[in-house]
């Protein structure tokens, strides 16, 4: 990953650069919606870490994603409010 981010800022275009990004978003979306451990995670997430955090909850994402868990949190109906 590290030499892919280093080849990726290398580059002379951002443009480029968001295409391999919005690429491996987009792998990441599938890999949660269609492998068994990424979407058992994603169950546990939606349906037992949220509901299980107190009303106004507040959410931190970090890190490359597709912002499948933020959405998740963000309309989840006790969050406060979410970061990203």
């Known amino acids: 990953m590290s030499q892919w981010v280093t080849m990726c800022y290398s580059m002379s275009t951002k443009a480029m650069c968001a295409g391999d990004m919005a690429r491996y978003t987009n792998s990441l979306l599938a890999s949660q919606r269609w492998w068994r451990n990424p979407i058992e995670v994603m169950r ?5 870490f949220i509901p299980d955090n107190t009303d106004g909850f507040s959410h931190l994402e ?4 597709n912002g499948l868990f933020l959405a998740i949190a963000a309309t989840a109906p006790n969050a406060g409010r979410y970061e990203e």
């Open 44 to 48: 546990y997430f939606r349906d037992t």
């Open 62 to 65: 970090v890190g490359p994603g």
